[in-house]
Structure formats: structure tokens, C-alpha cells
């Protein structure tokens, strides 16, 4: 199939790609990687008037080490961020999910911020934000904001951003030498969208867990932080009883969705497994 017709421009600042986004309430979409948008363009899922191609804007590229933050532009293709030492460095459990991410061609042209802004529920890298905690940079007609990430996912392929605004980076806090993390997703095949998935952010000494996000992905609408969960875990010495305590408590933390795949208790059993084998493994 072929697309709907659409102008097409490519701006050289980003001053003039917030002009374009909030010119007129045209019906508009921003291009990044396109591995999403093109599909349901050619479908005609997606029919805008004007296509805005940020791809020639240079600053919202790049992985950089700012202080204890890293900076992630929202241009960066996965593919940077794979095999960016930096990330590697200081920031594990997004270097632990990358490879997870489709397939090389897709990590080839999708973009860090355009997995971010999708807000696809089965997506990895929104999960990771959220159990690191991490900060989102958006840019639009008011001027610019930060938001948690965890606040920035509202609901199904929806977020917090407002007309005109786009991504322009996201910021993470550099890991401790007390971090431990985890990592994981159960798919039909390695790079098919995940059936269930798991991040988690800890900061423990010894066998005492001092703090603790777990965050699933492909569950529900959203990235899910099973807070009670971790409220358990929190402070406490990590054996098979506070895990047990744990792993039941998801329960009342998860309100699974079904889908083609999985009914809703197959879901919540995949999060239980998941749980269960990546904390394990942290007591052997």
C-alpha cells in the first residue's frame, strides 16, 4: 500500500521544527527513525497533512556523561547506544536491554527518543526509564519541562506530551557500585515483541537490598512499577521469604491485559516467573 498525501519538510533548528509542529493546527507528525510511523503511514493507520523530518537536527544526537547523569539525545539510534561505551560504563541495564530491541536493521534507524515518545507498551526502553528513575527533556511552544518517566506514560500509545511538543533527550542517573540489575523478556522469538517483560534497578549491600525498582513491560497499557513489590523488598535481606512475599504480592501491583498470546492469569504468571528467576539469581 501507499501513503495518503502529506507535505514533507526537513528544518534545520529546532526553533523551526516547533514553528512547523504549531503552525496552523495542521494535522502533523514528526519523523525520527521511522520504524513505526512509516509502517502505518503505508497502511494508512497515520494520514497527516505535513510530515516534519527531524533527522537533520545534529544536537538532539549523541550519548554524553554529564556529572552523575547521562544525557541520551532523543535522535540517537540504537544502534549508538548499544555500543556506547558510556552506557556500558555507567549505565547497565539499558546496555543489558538494547540487544533485545527488534533486530539490527531496526536498531540501525530506530531512534532512542522515538521509542520513548511511541509509549508502545511492549517496548523495552520505556520500562528501563521508569525503574532508573529517569528524566524525560521535551521541548514545545511553552518552553521546556522535565518529567519523570514514570509520569510520562499515561495509557496506551498515549503520553504527556502536548501539541507541538517533541522529545528532545532523556536523562539517567549513573549507577553506583552497589547497583544490580536485571533484565529479561519472555517473546516467541528472540527480537518479536515481548510477551512479558522485566526491568529492574537495585541498590543493595551484601544481601540487604537498600532500594529497589522493578518495572514490567508488555503486562499492561503502561510500564508497570510494582510498588508494593518493592516495598517488601525495600530495606530488607533478600531470601526466599521476603521474594516469596514479593513475587505474591504482584497480585495486587498488576492488573495484567490480555492478548492474542496470553490470557490475563498467563500474564501474571509470566511476571511471577520473571520475578522469581531474576531475583534468584541474585541469592547464589
Known sequence: MKPSNFDYVKPKTLEET???????????????????????????????????????????SGVKLEGNQIRIGALTRHVEVENSSVIAENCPLI????????HPAIRNRGTFGGSIALADPAAELPACICALGAKIEIVGPGGDRKIVAKD??????????????????????????????????LSRRHGDYAMAGLAVNAIMEGKKIENISIC?????????????????LNNGILDDDSLGKAIQQLESDLDPLPDLYASRALKMHYAKELLKRNLESWMS
Open 152 to 185: 510520562f506514560f499515561k495509557d496506551l500509545y498515549e503520553t504527556d506530551l502536548k501539541d507541538g511538543e517533541i522529545v528532545t533527550a532523556v536523562e539517567i542517573p549513573v549507577t553506583s557500585s552497589k547497583t544490580k540489575i536485571a533484565f529479561d523478556e
Open 216 to 232: 514490567f513491560f508488555a503486562i499492561s497499557a503502561t510500564p508497570v512499577l510494582a510498588e508494593g513489590a518493592a516495598g517488601i
Open 95 to 102: 546496555a543489558l536491554a538494547m540487544p533485545h530491541i527488534a
Open 18 to 60: 516547533l514553528t512547523l509542529l504549531g503552525d496552523g493546527g495542521r494535522d502533523s507528525v514528526v519523523l525520527a527513525g521511522g520504524q513505526s510511523l512509516m509502517p502505518t503511514l503505508n497502511m494508512r493507520l497515520s494520514a497527516p497533512d505535513l510530515l516534519v523530518d527531524i533527522n537533520g537536527l545534529d544536537e538532539l
